[in-house]
Nanobody, 121 residues
Framework: QVQLVESGGGLVQPGGSLRLSCVAS????????MGWYRQAPGKQRELVAH???????NYADSVKGRSTISRDNAKNTLYLQMNSLKPEDTAVYYC???????????????WGQGTQVTVSS
């Protein structure tokens, strides 16, 4: 199994910044794509940003230009730098990865427990 643990969430004022981190651990053979998703109260979970193992990135239009996704493959760690935060960025942010364990023939998606980001004055 693969475990994902997010950190870095919290309360921030509009216009502020946060850096989210996600560490993958466990029986990891390989990790391909990784991503950040978020879910606001009463809304569906949505993609925030996504990065492939080769470093190709894509972003939701709502965060494009304000956020940067990155990963450290040696540390199995995913980051999301968020700037110019807005109240509408308030949500639980989830880390996701597509990974393979030494015991599986197929990769599968794994999810973290989420970290709360609240943007409010």
């Amino acid at each position: 199994q693969v475990q994902l643990v997010e950190s870095g969430g919290g309360l921030v004022q509009p216009g502020g910044s946060l850096r989210l981190s996600c560490v993958a651990s466990g029986s990891i053979f390989s990790i391909s794509a990784m991503g950040w998703y978020r879910q606001a109260p009463g809304k569906q979970r949505e993609l925030v940003a996504h990065i492939t193992s080769g470093g190709s990135m894509n972003y939701a239009d709502s965060v494009k230009g304000r956020s940067t996704i990155s990963r450290d493959n040696a540390k199995n760690t995913l980051y999301l730098q968020m700037n110019s935060l807005k109240p509408e960025d308030t949500a639980v942010y989830y880390c996701n990865c597509n990974a393979k364990t030494p015991y599986s023939t197929r990769s599968r998606d794994y999810w973290g427990q989420g970290t709360q980001v609240t943007v409010s004055s």
